[in-house]
């Protein structure tokens, strides 16, 4: 069974006067135990809201529902009452942003703010949880930890933040880590050095990783499994290899062809998808994709497509995929053009 | 590639100097030290081919872009354009060069003013150069761009917020080509769109290059994008260029230790590359450009810095095949002789940074990460 199953999440803001905002619309999606599982998509296709909506840390206003099922562990986290919840939140689930300054409490210094998770959910004190402590920060990089423990967020670089931000995280030894985004505000060398102290952790501890991110560089490089959002939706849902060697949602294959590969020649070529999210907000009936998509066809508007549940354990939302080679022979006129 | 082109220099750089001064106190302002943002740059850029400049934030990129540009003030070096030394001309003089070096921002909503429509964004710069015989030759200029870089004609009385990300970096292309400049500087022009808007800007940029000769130095963080528009690209560390290499040699044959490590790092979308990667990760944190280390600026985190020379004599960028490198031991990294070794790291502190905080916000929710 799957640590994490969400199911048929959705998430409206409405708004007096203005037409709501489904800004989650049916997402399913699991993680298992130990699993490093990536949620990737471009701004706006509901990523944060998603884990947003899964930890109940969605700002809570007039117009905001919630539906769908997020059961960890069991239990269903959306049904749970807030103290409840901040208990699975300390002690089993952690989770880590993209801006460390925003979850760090500026007044505090780091080792106090390390413990105190310590003292909450380890029972530790005192000297036990100063060293534990100090053994956390090291353990995530952070070079002199001792003296660290004494010093401020705003003392410390914004890679050091987030590694003290990660110490804190894994501090109550979660089962499941959410990252969003972790390493989007850090330079290339930062964020070799934080993926590799996430994927150490996961590895030496077992923690399952939902790792959430627009860089297919950096699903390629960690992810078990990879589902890729648009509109709200998660449009495909595959293992790592299949998804980069042979995509099938057309959303899929678009983002591929956009990105410039490092190891590629000066000759490459990039294959951008037409139009832009922002011209058709809010989204189309049917698939949401549609108006972008070379692949449409008269099928395509009206109701959204079905979840396809395809043989080989992969799954995606479309009518008419882009085929295997060698299995489907569909004819694409576009392409010779 | 004609012989002709590629020896044809449009922009040359020569010990290019942008010091800041660091200043405090409460009254008088007391000069307390200085940022050397750039320290010493020499490039040239080629007409018609694009130069691209690579570096971690802080490493001066924007800085040498509006430097050459004379938009910030060099303290020292030179600047030529087109054989003009520009360091050196007249405000008036400067002013009408400007008409044929642009430049391009990173955030396109900041960079357009609000309450300006396309149209009159895209007049502005036609009238303060003089360009366009009337109101209806002006129009016809303004058209022509639009076409170029792919906006409808509508968009001329709409107001920058009505347009998306990608579509506001088009005006701000436009506005920059409205001008028929020779030279675009373009700053991070893709790295605030989405990655498939991204691609369309990127060809765009292509697309305008290849019809209209344009020269481009293209300043960036992402690595991937760099090296797919550019055909020469400078690795810049702490104010200094510590490798300029054609564009693919740089990812075959890195020659400067913090190439490779920078070369390393950039994740590729795909996971056979990925799984076969070795990743060089570089200890600690990019030092602050107002205490540069000594001698070599990399050496307190270079994998390969050696006990001789690497603390105490600053390399200068030396010819090696078809590149350029400063690194003292460059040959022998190549050639396998020496062998990388472990590196301590050392804490670097946030610029402006005291020992308590100042200003302090309660933050929303205290202890949310938990
Ligand atoms: N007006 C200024 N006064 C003082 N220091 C400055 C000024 N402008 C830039 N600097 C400093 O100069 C250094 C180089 O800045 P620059 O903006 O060129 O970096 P960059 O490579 O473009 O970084 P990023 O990718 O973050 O934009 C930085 O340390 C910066 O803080
Ligand atoms: N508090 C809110 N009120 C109204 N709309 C919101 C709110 N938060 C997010 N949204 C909308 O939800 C959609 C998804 O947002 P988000 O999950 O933050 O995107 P991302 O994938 O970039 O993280 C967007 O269209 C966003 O504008
Ligand atoms: S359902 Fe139709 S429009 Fe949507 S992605 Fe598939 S082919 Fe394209
Ligand atoms: S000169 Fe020394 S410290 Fe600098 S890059 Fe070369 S080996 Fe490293
Ligand atoms: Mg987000
Ligand atoms: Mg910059």
Same mark, same amino acid.
């Given at each position: 069974m799957a640590l994490l199953e969400v199911e048929d999440l959705s998430v409206t803001f409405a708004r007096r006067g203005q037409r709501a905002v489904h #800004?989650? /619309?049916g997402v399913s999606f699991s993680v298992d135990a130990g699993e490093v599982v990536g949620l990737v998509g471009e701004s706006g296709c509901g990523k944060s809201v998603t884990s947003l909506a899964i930890m109940g840390l969605?700002?809570?206003? =007039? +117009?905001l529902s919630v539906g769908g099922k997020a059961v960890f562990d069991g239990t269903d986290l959306l049904q749970l009452d807030d103290r409840s919840r901040r208990d699975i939140r300390g002690r089993d689930i952690a989770m880590i942003f993209q801006d460390p300054l925003s979850s760090?409490?500026?007044?505090?210094p780091i080792g106090l703010q390390v413990t105190e998770v310590l003292t909450r959910h380890r029972g530790m004190k005192g000297e036990t949880a100063a060293k534990e402590a100090a053994a956390l920060l090291d353990r995530v990089g952070? =070079? /002199?930890?001792k003296r660290r423990l004494? !010093?401020?967020?705003?003392?410390?670089?914004g890679g050091m933040r987030q590694r003290a931000l990660i110490a804190m995280a894994v501090a109550c030894q979660p089962r499941l880590l959410i990252a969003d !985004? =972790?390493?989007? #505000?850090?330079d290339v060398t930062i964020q070799a050095q934080i993926l590799e102290l996430l994927k150490d952790l996961v590895r030496d501890s077992g923690t399952a990783l939902l790792m959430i991110t627009h860089d297919l560089g950096v699903v390629a490089g960690m992810c078990d499994t990879v589902n890729v959002l648009y509109g709200g939706r998660v449009v495909e849902t595959a293992r790592r290899r299949p998804l980069f060697r042979q995509p099938r949602h057309p959303y899929t294959v678009g983002l591929l062809g956009s990105v410039p590969r490092? /190891? #590629? +020649?000066? +000759?490459e070529k990039l294959n951008p998808i037409p139009g832009s999210v922002r011209d058709l907000l809010p989204w189309p009936d049917g698939c949401a994709f549609a108006p972008r998509c #070379?692949?449409?066809? /008269?099928?395509?508007?009206g109701e959204p497509p079905e979840l396809v549940h395809a043989h080989d354990g992969r799954s995606y939302?479309?009518?008419?995929?882009?085929p295997l080679p060698g299995m489907v022979p569909a004819p694409r006129e576009e392409e010779s053009a | 590639m004609s012989e002709r082109t590629e020896n044809d220099i449009l922009v040359e750089v020569r010990d290019l100097k942008v010091h800041f001064p660091i200043k405090r106190g409460v009254l008088f302002d007391r000069? %307390?030290?200085? %940022?050397?943002?750039?320290?010493g740059v020499d490039l040239s850029i080629a007409r018609g081919k694009t130069y691209g400049l690579v570096g971690e934030s802080g490493c001066g990129k924007s800085t040498l872009g509006r430097a050459l540009l004379q938009l910030t003030p060099p303290t020292a070096g030179e600047v030529s354009f087109d054989g003009v030394?520009?360091?050196?001309?007249p405000s008036g003089k400067l002013r009408s060069m400007r008409r044929r070096m642009q430049m391009i921002f990173q955030d396109p909503m900041s960079s357009?003013?609000?309450?300006?429509?396309v149209e009159s964004i895209l007049t502005e710069g036609l009238q303060t150069h003089g360009i366009g015989a009337d109101r209806t030759d002006r129009r016809r200029i303004i058209g022509e761009t639009l076409d170029a870089v792919g906006?409808?004609?509508?968009?001329?009385?709409?107001? $920058? &917020? @009505?347009?998306s990300g990608g579509q506001r970096q088009r005006i701000g292309i436009a506005r920059a080509l409205v001008l028929g400049p020779e030279l675009i500087v373009a700053d991070?022009? %893709?790295?605030?769109?989405d990655v498939s808007i991204q691609a369309q800007v990127v060809n765009l940029l292509d697309e305008l290059q290849d019809s209209l000769g344009l020269t481009y130095l293209v300043i960036a963080h992402d690595l991937a994008v760099v090296r797919h528009i550019s055909d020469t690209v400078g690795v810049m560390y702490l104010g200094a260029l510590v490798e300029e290499a054609p564009s693919d040699r740089l990812?075959? @044959?890195?020659? &400067?230790p913090y190439t490779r490590a920078l070369m390393s790092a950039v994740p590729v979308p795909d996971p056979d590359v990925e799984d076969r990667r070795e990743r060089i990760l570089l200890a600690g944190d990019l030092p602050s450009p107002a205490n540069p280390p000594s001698g070599c600026r990399f050496h307190t985190r270079? $994998?390969?810095?050696?006990?001789?020379?690497?603390?105490?004599e600053r390399p200068v960028l030396r010819n090696i095949g078809a590149s350029r490198v400063a690194c003292h031991f460059a040959e022998q990294i190549a050639s396998g002789e020496l062998r990388p070794h472990g590196v301590s790291a050392q804490i670097v502190r946030p610029e402006g940074e005291g020992d308590t905080p100042g200003v302090v916000s309660a933050p929303t929710e205290p202890g949310s990460y938990v």
């Open positions: #800004a989650v /619309d969605l700002p809570k206003q =007039p +117009g760090l409490n500026p007044v505090i952070i =070079p /002199d930890p004494k !010093e401020y967020p705003h003392q410390l670089s !985004e =972790p390493t989007t #505000a850090l490092l /190891d #590629a +020649g000066r +000759g #070379a692949r449409r066809t /008269d099928e395509c508007v939302r479309c009518v008419n995929p882009e | 000069v %307390v030290g200085q %940022v050397k943002a750039v320290d030394e520009l360091t050196t001309l357009l003013d609000p309450r300006q429509n906006l409808p004609r509508w968009a001329l009385s709409r107001y $920058p &917020h @009505e347009f991070e022009p %893709v790295s605030a769109l990812y075959t @044959e890195p020659l &400067h270079c $994998p390969w810095a050696q006990p001789t020379r690497c603390a105490d």
